[in-house]
């Protein structure tokens, strides 16, 4: 089994910054792709970010220029700035693996003024 505990979310102003944390631990041999979905109320799953084991990343063109996401060993980030209402959202990490996924329990983050 694999954990995944995320960290870092919260409210903050429209143009604020954030940084979630997601640090996975248990039966962990090799991960390859760590990532992030954010799902608002009422509304689908949305893809937020991945990144490799060796750190090419893909960001969703919503968050392109506002998000970065990073990873250290089996601990994975996302810095978002710039951050705006229609972020507000429950962030959860998530790890793809052949066998099945794993997710968070997930990390609201409010943006409001």
């Known amino acids: 089994q694999v954990q995944l505990v995320e960290s870092g979310g919260g409210l903050v102003q429209p143009g604020g910054s954030l940084r979630l944390s997601c640090a996975a631990s248990?039966?962990?041999?090799?991960?390859?792709?760590m990532g992030w979905y954010r799902q608002a109320p009422g509304t689908q799953r949305n893809l937020v970010a991945t990144?490799?084991?060796?750190?090419s990343t893909n960001l969703s063109d919503s968050v392109k220029g506002r998000f970065t996401i990073s990873r250290d060993k089996n601990t994975v980030y996302l810095q978002m700035s710039s951050l705006k209402p229609e972020d507000t959202a429950t962030y959860c990490c998530?790890?793809?693996?052949?066998?099945?996924?794993?997710w968070g329990k997930g990390t609201l983050v409010t943006v409001s003024s």
């Open positions: 998530f790890i793809p693996t052949v066998a099945m996924n794993y």
């Open positions: 248990g039966s962990i041999f090799s991960i390859n792709v």
């Open positions: 990144i490799t084991k060796g750190g």
